[in-house]
Structure formats: structure tokens, C-alpha cells
């Protein structure tokens, strides 16, 4: 059986890839138009899983959680709180140019050899590509800029929000406020952020529209290492609770050399992606500085008084921020095994957490053309959609092993078959999706089953 690291040296992206777009998870952004470069749109398996992850996480960090609070800030916000935050300024990237094939590359990139071998020419980098010369390193802004109203003037500029923290930020009073709560005070928020990046790659790992799941934790600076250490862990567990495979993650800490210019320390967890270890999340120490610079900009008092001590003081913040996107091909990679069904042909399973699995059960009469028994099967999943907060399938073409390997590919975990038995005593068979073991259980039984499975 091969192993998912002899899968990883047989092109295991590609596998994934093609996967997402055969079976309805992710295809290419106006593919009837020819594509849009590294825009991706997701299909209804996708949604789903995209669903699940972002709904397990504000679960867990807000929903069962007394001191963290959510929030859903507009992504067009006033060009003043990107000159406060410091984007306007440093949010950039490294640029270079190739003179003849006038492809571009993020110069840090390059050098590291990201793009392929580096080739040098004395004491210059050449394109590694064609191996013309390259222009003078500039720096380009990641933000996208656009126009607020019918004129198109340096007035009515506007931004399209690069992250979903600062508006976090700004509502720090806010939901502090309505909240009534004390430090420690978490905001959560899930949404678009926009990134004008000047080498998309990977699929859907590095994108120039994403989505963000962001919480910005409020504390004593006297606490803040603490905290930090906490966040760290808890991040990391999550990641491991939802199926990740311990032996492809990693907390890899920042050295201070690359240390954002607002953090007092960051780790990344990182995953071991068939291109290399890349980022999935990352749990930085953002001290004080996002509250003090809107504060001085903004001229509205952003600190948090202390009724004990009766001080007043900045809190520092604690940001664990994971992208959707990131974390769902990480877990589709992790999940892909391929098997040899005893009829010699290869099974292909995803073996995802059913917590993510974008379909929970597959229904399936025996053969479809007995009528009674199609009729029951359709009308146990009628039931089941209407009961259950899950996706339920539904599906009677092909044999029952083609239905099953069907189901098997795109991360069902149990199918339910509907057969002679059942219209005696009211009985179905329940197959797993990694054991292929099966059980019988009532009718009756079923709802219930799923519930403690989940």
C-alpha cells in the first residue's frame, strides 16, 4: 500500500488538484473565459469543507469560550486606519523584474530559490528563467487600491483590507464595552482579506483573495508571555484534533531579524507540504502597538481601565490568525491515501476528520429498479435532511461498490444501504469509510448514531 510519502514524491499536489476539480471542491476562477491567474472559486464540496473548518474554530474559540467575543467588520474601511496601522507605509514586498521575459519576482523569493536554481552573475542574480537581468529591487505595496463614490480622485481612495485584525482593532472599545468584560478579552473574526501578491503559487495556498480566521486576544503586558505560550499550544492542538498528522506540523519560532516590525515575538505552525514547510497559522505577540498608533491617529481614548489598580494602560495582544484556504488543502493532503481493493483496481480515500467531511452519510438503496425498496431508501434521506444539521447524499447510480468508492473519494465516512431486510424488520446497514466494516442498526437508530459519531 503506498505510503502518503511515496505519494508526496509522485506528485501528490497534482493528485489533489486534479481531485478537487473532478469532484467538486475547487476549479479555476472564469475557466469558461480562460481562467483568471491563481483565482480559484469552490465548488459544493468545497463550500462545505471550507463550512466545517470555520465553523469548528468558532466553536472552539468562541462559542465555548466566556472571555472571547466575535465581530464582523466591513472589509472597505477608512484610509486612516491603514495609515495608523503602518500598511500604507510598509505592508510591501520586495519586486524585481526580468528585462527580457519581464516576468516578476518577489526578490527574497528568488534568492532562496524559490522560483527554481539560482543563477548568479558576479555579484547579481539573473532570471531563472531565461537568465536576463533582473531590475533594481523596489518595493511593492500588497494592498489593492480602488475608488469610494462616482469620483476617481486621491480623495475618494480606498482600500480593500489586507487583514481582518484591524478591524478588530478599531472596535477594541467597543465590544470591551458591550461585552462587560475584563482582561483577558479575545475577538474573533472570520473574513476576505485581499493581498495584491506578486507570485500567487501552489494551488490554493498562496491566493490574492483568502479568508481569515483571526482572534486578537486582549491582555495584561504583565501577562503576556504566559498567554502567548497558551495561544501556541492551543493552536497546535487544534490543528492535531482535526486529523493533522503530528510528524508534518511544526512551531517554528521567528528569529528577530524577521520579526514584523509591531511584534515582540511570533511562531508559525507550519505543515509539511509536498513543496516544502509553509505557514498554516501564525501566533504572534503584537505588544501594544496597533491600540497606541490608532489611539494618536484616531484621537479616541483606547485604553483599558483597571477598576482594581484604578490605572489605565494599553493592552498587549495576543493574534493567533489561520487562513481557510491553507488549512483546508493542508487537511486534503494529510487525508489522501490510495488503497488496492481486493478486486486489484486502486481505492483513492480522503481521509478526512468527519468533523470536516463535506458529506457525513451517503444513503443507497441495494438496486434501484425494486421499486418499494428505492422508495424507503429515498424516504429515510428525506427524513435525515430534514433532522440532522449535516449534508446528507443521496445516490442509486452504479453498483453498490462503484457508489461506495465514490463516496470513499470524496471523505464520506459512513454509507448507509437500504435492502430486503429492511422493509422486514426496519434495519439498515452502516459501512465505514476506513475499516469498510459494517454494522446493522434500526431505522430508529440512525440519527442518534451519527450524533455520537460526530
Not at 470555520?54 to 462559542?63: L, R, S
Not at 476576505?192 to 480566521?213: G, L, Y
Not at 496597533?290 to 493592552?315: G, I, V
Amino acid at each position: 500500500m503506498p505510503t502518503n510519502s511515496d505519494l508526496k514524491e509522485n506528485n501528490l499536489m497534482e493528485k489533489i488538484v486534479s481531485l478537487c476539480k473532478r469532484r467538486g471542491f475547487v476549479v479555476q476562477n472564469s475557466e469558461i473565459y480562460g481562467g483568471l491567474a491563481n483565482s480559484w472559486d469552490f465548488g459544493p464540496l468545497g463550500v462545505e469543507v471550507k463550512r466545517n473548518i470555520k465553523n469548528y474554530w468558532w466553536k472552539k474559540n468562541v462559542i465555548q469560550r466566556d472571555d472571547v467575543f466575535g465581530l464582523d467588520s466591513a472589509i472597505i474601511m477608512n484610509p486612516k486606519v491603514w495609515e495608523a496601522s503602518g500598511h500604507l507605509k510598509s505592508f510591501s514586498d520586495p519586486l524585481v523584474e526580468c528585462k527580457s521575459c519581464h516576468n516578476r519576482f518577489r526578490f527574497d523569493d528568488l534568492k532562496e530559490g524559490k522560483y527554481g536554481k539560482v543563477v548568479e552573475k558576479g555579484e547579481k542574480y539573473l532570471c531563472p528563467y531565461c537568465q536576463g537581468e533582473l531590475t533594481e529591487e523596489k518595493k511593492f505595496n500588497l494592498m489593492f487600491k480602488t475608488f469610494l463614490g462616482p469620483t476617481e480622485d486621491k480623495a475618494s481612495i480606498v482600500y480593500l483590507r489586507p487583514e481582518t485584525a484591524q478591524g478588530i482593532f478599531i472596535n477594541f472599545k467597543y465590544i470591551l464595552n458591550t461585552s462587560r468584560q475584563k482582561l483577558p478579552l479575545g475577538i474573533a473574526q472570520i473574513g476576505k482579506s485581499f493581498r495584491n501578491e506578486i507570485t500567487p503559487s501552489n494551488f490554493i495556498f498562496r491566493v490574492r483573495e483568502f479568508e481569515q480566521m483571526e482572534l486578537e486576544y486582549f491582555v495584561n503586558p504583565q501577562e503576556d508571555e504566559k498567554w502567548y505560550q497558551y495561544w501556541r499550544e492551543e493552536r497546535f492542538n487544534w490543528f492535531l484534533k482535526l486529523g493533522l498528522k503530528k510528524e508534518n506540523l511544526r512551531l517554528r519560532e521567528h528569529q528577530k531579524d524577521e520579526l514584523a516590525h509591531y511584534a515582540k515575538a511570533c511562531t508559525d505552525i507550519e505543515y509539511k507540504f509536498p513543496f516544502g514547510w509553509g505557514e498554516l497559522e501564525g501566533i504572534a505577540n503584537r505588544t501594544d502597538y496597533d491600540l497606541k498608533n490608532h489611539q494618536k491617529y484616531s484621537q479616541k481614548d483606547l485604553q483599558y481601565f483597571d477598576e482594581e489598580t484604578k490605572q489605565s494602560f494599553f493592552p498587549y495582544v495576543i493574534e493567533p490568525s489561520v487562513g481557510v484556504e491553507r488549512s483546508m488543502l493542508a487537511f486534503l493532503l494529510d487525508s489522501y491515501c490510495e488503497e488496492e481493493a481486493e478486486n486489484g483496481e486502486k481505492r483513492i480515500v480522503l481521509k478526512l476528520n468527519p468533523l470536516l467531511s463535506p458529506i457525513k452519510m451517503a444513503i443507497f438503496p441495494l438496486v434501484r429498479n425494486q421499486e418499494i425498496i428505492r422508495k424507503k431508501a429515498q424516504e429515510i434521506y428525506f427524513a435525515l435532511k430534514q433532522e440532522l444539521p449535516y449534508s446528507i447524499d443521496y445516490d442509486e447510480v452504479g453498483s453498490i461498490g462503484r457508489r461506495y468508492r465514490r463516496q470513499d473519494e470524496i471523505g464520506t465516512p459512513w454509507c448507509v444501504t437500504i435492502d430486503h431486510q429492511t422493509l422486514e424488520d426496519d434495519t439498515v446497514t452502516i459501512r465505514d469509510r476506513d475499516t469498510m466494516k459494517q454494522e446493522r442498526i434500526s431505522i430508529k437508530e440512525i440519527k442518534q448514531w451519527l450524533q455520537e459519531k460526530i
